[in-house]
C-alpha cells in the first residue's frame, strides 16, 4: 500500500476552496492527505457578495460548499486554526494544537485591509470590512451610531458604503485621491460616480488626507484633515486597499516582493519547490491580483502541477463589471488609454441621464483596446468580447457608445469564436460551454454545475446564458427559458401555476414550484417582484400585505418614487386629467404645508416632489380625505388615460373624450402587468391626445371609437396599430378586457405591450384571431378575469393608512424618529429642488 503524501493549504477563501475543488476533480485524495487550515471559524464563503450579509443573507447562504463537503471529499478542513509559523527545514506548520508535516504546502493566505498609518487609528469605533466577523462588528457598532465614515473610495470602500448605508447611517466616504475609484475611473468618469453617490445621499469628500482621529465632541470621533478641517463621526471603516497576507512567508524566508507578496513563477511555485502560493498573497511578474478571477486561474494552475500535469499561469484580464450602490461601473483593458502609444478614444457623455462610455482604440481604430462606462453597463458584455477576442470593430466604432444605437450592438453567440472567454474568474470559453453540452448538460444549470461559469462574481449571466440557449439550438436542444435559478419556468408559466392552484404567496408558490426544496428559498431580485405583480395581476390584493412586502422593489415598499435625494415623488390620480378647483386648491395646500415641488406632467397629472419618506402617511392623509386616491405612478401598472376635451368644449370633437378616458382610468385602474401602461383618448381624429404613441389609444370617430394598441414613447418610441374600428362602448370595454389581460397572462417580465406583439409569432392578425374573433376560446374568460380584478381594487394608499403596523414601514430611520438630516434642498424659481 503505497503511503500518501501530505498536502497542506494555509487559507480556507474563495482561491483556496477553489484549489480545493481543482484537486478533487483530478483525484488528488488518491494521492495526497489533504488538510486545509482555515483561520476564520466559518467554511469558505462568498466574498464577492458579502455585503448581502447586511440584507438578511448569513455564513450558511454564503458558504461555497455544503456542511459536509470536505469530509466526503475526504479533506481535512481545520477551520479556526490558525498557522503560526512554517518549519522549512523540518517541513512542519506549527499551529495553537501541534505541528503537522507536509510534502508540499501551498499558500493560500489572501490579503488583509490595508489601514492607513494614521494617529488614533485604534480607537473603539474604528473598524475594518473584509470578513463576515468585521461585518459582526460593524453592525454591533451601527447600533449605537447614527452616522459613519468610510475611509477610501475603491471598489471596497464603496461597497462599505453601501453596508453603512443599508444600516441606516448618515453615511459618508473620504478618498486620498482626487476622484473615486482612480484606478478604474478618469476625471470625467470619477466626477459622474461622485454625482450619483451623492444623489443617493452619501457624502463624498475626495483629495483629503486624514492626519488624526480624536474623540469627538458632538459624534465618539473626530477626523481631523490636512487642512485641518473636521468631519465627526460614530463610526470609521477603514478600506483603503488590501496588503498581501504574507508574514508566514517572510518569516520562514520565502523570497518577496520589495512591496510585499510572496514572488512565484509560471508553475505558481515560490523559491521553495516544494511551496506554492495562490491567489492575493501571489506575486506573479511584480503584480498582485485583487480579484477573485486570477486567483481561480492560479488555483487551476497548481492543482494541475501538484497531480503531475504541465500548466502555465500567464497573468489575468483584471476587466471589471461593478454595481456599487446601485451605480453600474465598468472598466475593460487599457481603459485609461495611457498604456498603448497611438491609442485613441471616444467619449460620450450625458448629464442628464448621468451615463458615461469612453472607448480605447487602435491608431487604425480596427481594435478595441479599453473601454470605460459608469452609470450603464448594458454594452459591457458586447465591449469585453471586442476587447478580448481582438474582433474587428465596426467602420464607425463610436456607434458602440451613442444613444441612438442604444446600447452596443450585441455580438451574436455565433459571432464569437471558440477561444470567446465568457466566464473569466472560472477560465471559460465558448469552447469550453459546448464541451460541456456534448458531455450531457443540457440545460443552463447543467452548465453551470459542469464549468462553475457564472458561480464566481456573477458578472457574466446574461452573457453565458446567451451562449448556451445558442448551443442549445444548435443542436436540435430545446432551450430552457427559466425565469431564474429558483423557478424552471417562464413567467406565462408561473401565471398559470399561480391562477389555477389559487396559490397566493410566494413562499407557497417557492414550496410547491420553486428551489425551496435545495436550500434556495429566499429568492432573487428576478423572481421576488416578478411573482408580486403575478399575485397583484391575479388577485389584487394589496402590496402592502405583510406576505407581500418583501417581494417588493424601493418604490412600491413606499407607494412613492425614489428620487435622487431620497425623498420621494407624491401623485395623487387625476382621472382623465379633469380636476375641480377644490381640489386643485387641496393640491396647492398639501404642497405649500410639506414644502413640495409641483409639476403638471405629460400625462396629465399633477407631482409633488420632494417628500420626504416619514411625511408620507401625513400627506396621503390629507389627500385621501379630500377625494383623491393613488395615481399608481411608482407600480409597474395602469399609470394613466390622457384626454383631449373632445365633444364636450372642441368645435372639432365628434365623441366625449373626457368622459370616455374617466371611465377607462377607473375600470382598469390598479391593473398590475409585467410593465407599465399608458392610454390616451381623442376626441377626434386631429388626435390632440397623441392616443396613437400609447399602449392603449382610443380615437372618436362618428360612429364609435377606433381603437389602436402597443405604441409607446420613451427610448425607442413606437407607433400603435389600428386594431378595432367603429366600436361603441360596451365594445371598446370588451376589447380592452381582453387585450390586457392576454398581455399579463402571456408577456415576460418588464416587457412592454410592443415588444410582446413583437414577439409573438403572427403578430397583430393573431392577435386579432384571439382578441376580436375568439379563436381560442377565452375570451369570456379573460373578460372574467378583468371583472374580478375591477371589484377587488382598493386604493393602496388608503389601505395603508388604516393599519398601525403598515405605517411603521415609513420612518428614515428603525433607532430614531428624526427626518432625514442629509436631505438638502434649495430654491430656484420659487419653489424647492434637491441642493
Not at 321 to 347: E, Q, S
Not at 413 to 436: F, Q, W, Y
Amino acid at each position: 500500500m503505497t503511503t500518501k503524501q501530505n498536502l497542506l493549504i494555509i487559507g480556507n477563501g474563495m482561491v483556496g476552496h477553489h484549489l480545493v475543488e481543482r484537486l478533487v476533480e483530478a483525484g488528488a485524495c488518491e494521492r495526497f492527505a489533504i488538510t486545509v487550515f482555515g483561520e476564520e471559524r466559518h467554511r469558505a464563503y462568498d466574498r464577492v457578495h458579502l455585503s448581502e450579509y447586511f440584507t438578511g443573507r448569513d455564513a450558511e447562504s454564503l458558504a461555497l460548499c455544503d456542511a459536509d463537503y470536505y469530509d466526503v471529499q475526504g479533506v481535512t478542513l481545520k477551520s479556526g486554526e490558525k498557522v503560526f509559523e512554517i518549519d522549512r527545514e523540518a517541513k512542519h506548520v506549527i499551529t495553537g494544537q501541534g505541528r503537522y508535516a507536509y510534502d508540499h504546502l501551498v499558500l493560500a493566505t489572501g490579503s488583509y485591509p490595508f489601514v492607513p498609518p494614521i494617529e488614533g487609528r485604534d480607537q473603539q469605533g474604528c473598524l475594518v470590512y473584509r470578513t463576515l466577523e468585521d461585518l459582526d462588528a460593524i453592525r454591533d457598532a451601527a447600533e449605537h451610531a447614527t452616522n459613519g465614515v468610510v475611509v477610501g473610495g475603491g471598489l471596497l470602500g464603496l461597497e462599505a458604503a453601501n453596508a453603512l448605508r443599508g444600516l441606516n447611517l448618515d453615511t459618508a466616504v473620504v478618498e486620498f485621491a482626487p476622484r473615486l475609484m482612480p484606478m478604474q475611473v478618469d476625471t470625467d468618469g470619477g466626477a459622474l460616480l461622485k454625482e450619483k453617490i451623492e444623489s443617493l445621499g452619501v457624502q463624498v469628500l475626495t483629495e483629503r488626507a486624514t492626519q488624526r482621529i480624536e474623540k469627538g465632541e458632538q459624534s465618539r470621533l473626530r477626523m481631523v484633515f490636512q487642512d485641518d478641517k473636521i468631519l465627526e463621526t460614530d463610526l470609521i471603516v477603514f478600506s483603503a486597499g488590501i496588503r498581501p497576507q504574507d508574514d508566514l512567508a517572510r518569516a520562514c524566508g520565502l523570497t518577496l516582493g520589495e512591496r510585499g507578496g510572496v514572488m512565484i513563477d509560471d508553475h505558481c511555485r515560490t523559491s521553495d519547490p516544494a511551496i506554492f502560493a495562490v491567489g492575493e498573497v501571489a506575486l506573479w511578474n511584480q503584480s498582485i491580483f485583487g480579484l477573485v478571477a486570477p486567483g481561480y486561474q492560479m488555483a487551476k494552475v497548481a492543482a494541475a502541477n501538484l497531480t503531475g500535469g504541465e500548466a502555465r499561469f500567464g497573468g489575468a484580464d483584471m476587466s471589471t463589471k461593478l454595481k456599487l450602490l446601485g451605480v453600474d461601473v465598468g472598466a475593460i483593458g487599457d481603459a485609461h488609454g495611457d498604456r498603448t502609444p497611438g491609442a485613441r478614444m471616444f467619449r460620450y457623455l450625458d448629464p442628464l441621464t448621468q451615463v458615461y462610455r469612453k472607448l480605447v482604440v487602435s491608431s487604425d481604430g480596427k481594435k478595441l483596446l479599453g473601454a470605460m462606462l459608469v452609470g450603464d453597463n448594458a454594452a459591457y458584455d458586447t465591449l469585453l468580447q471586442y476587447y478580448a477576442n481582438a474582433l474587428e470593430l465596426p467602420k464607425e466604432p463610436a456607434s458602440l457608445i451613442l444613444p441612438q444605437s442604444g446600447a452596443a450592438p450585441a455580438l451574436g453567440a455565433d459571432a464569437l469564436p471558440d477561444t470567446a472567454m465568457i466566464c473569466s474568474c472560472h477560465n471559460v470559453t465558448k469552447g469550453g460551454i459546448r464541451e460541456a453540452i456534448n458531455e450531457g448538460a443540457l440545460d443552463l444549470g447543467g452548465v453551470k454545475g459542469a464549468t462553475k461559469a457564472s458561480t464566481g462574481c456573477g458578472g457574466c449571466a446574461t452573457l453565458l446564458k446567451s451562449v448556451v440557449d445558442h448551443e442549445l439550438a444548435a443542436q436540435g436542444v430545446e432551450v430552457d427559458h427559466s425565469l431564474c435559478e429558483h423557478f424552471a419556468y417562464t413567467r406565462q408559466a408561473l401565471f398559470d401555476i399561480v391562477r389555477v392552484e389559487g396559490i397566493k404567496t410566494f413562499s407557497e408558490l417557492m414550496e410547491k414550484h420553486g428551489s425551496a426544496g435545495r436550500g434556495h428559498g429566499l429568492g432573487c431580485d428576478i423572481c421576488k417582484p416578478t411573482v408580486s405583480s403575478i399575485l397583484a395581476s391575479c388577485f389584487n390584493e394589496p402590496i402592502m400585505d405583510a406576505a407581500h412586502v418583501p417581494l417588493q422593489d424601493t418604490n412600491d415598499t413606499f407607494m412613492a418614487n425614489m428620487q435622487k435625494n431620497g425623498t420621494y415623488s407624491v401623485v395623487p390620480r387625476i382621472a382623465g386629467g379633469e380636476i375641480t378647483p377644490d381640489k386643485l386648491v387641496v393640491l396647492g395646500q398639501v404642497a405649500q404645508k410639506f414644502d413640495l415641488y409641483t409639476k403638471i406632467t405629460g400625462g396629465q397629472r399633477i407631482d409633488l416632489f420632494g417628500a420626504r419618506l416619514d411625511d408620507l402617511p401625513a400627506i396621503w392623509g390629507e389627500l385621501i380625505e379630500a377625494g383623491f386616491e393613488t395615481g399608481h405612478a411608482y407600480g409597474k401598472s395602469v399609470r394613466t388615460v390622457k384626454s383631449c376635451v373632445g365633444s364636450t368644449w372642441c368645435r372639432y370633437g365628434v365623441q366625449d373624450s373626457v368622459g370616455m378616458a374617466i371611465k377607462l382610468e377607473h375600470r382598469y385602474k390598479g391593473l398590475r402587468a409585467p410593465h407599465k401602461i399608458k392610454f390616451g383618448v381623442s376626441g377626434c381624429t386631429r388626435e390632440c391626445a397623441e392616443a396613437q404613441s400609447k399602449d392603449i389609444g382610443v380615437i372618436a370617430t362618428e360612429n364609435g371609437w377606433n381603437l389602436y394598441v402597443c405604441g409607446n414613447g420613451g427610448m425607442r418610441p413606437r407607433h400603435a396599430e389600428l386594431f378595432a374600428t367603429d366600436l361603441d362602448d360596451e365594445a371598446l370595454y370588451r376589447t380592452i378586457d381582453r387585450f390586457l389581460m392576454l398581455y399579463v397572462r402571456t408577456a415576460d417580465r418588464l416587457q412592454r405591450t410592443s415588444v410582446w406583439r413583437e414577439n409573438l409569432e403572427g403578430g397583430l392578425d393573431y392577435l386579432k384571431e384571439v382578441i376580436l374573433e375568439d379563436s381560442l376560446s377565452i375570451g369570456d374568460e379573460l373578460e372574467r378575469q378583468m371583472q374580478t380584478l375591477i371589484e377587488r381594487y382598493e386604493c393602496e394608499w388608503a389601505n395603508a393608512l388604516s393599519d398601525p403596523e403598515k405605517l411603521k414601514r415609513f420612518r428614515s430611520f428603525v433607532n430614531d424618529e428624526r427626518p432625514d438630516p442629509s436631505i438638502i434642498m434649495t430654491s430656484e424659481r420659487g419653489q424647492l429642488r434637491p441642493a
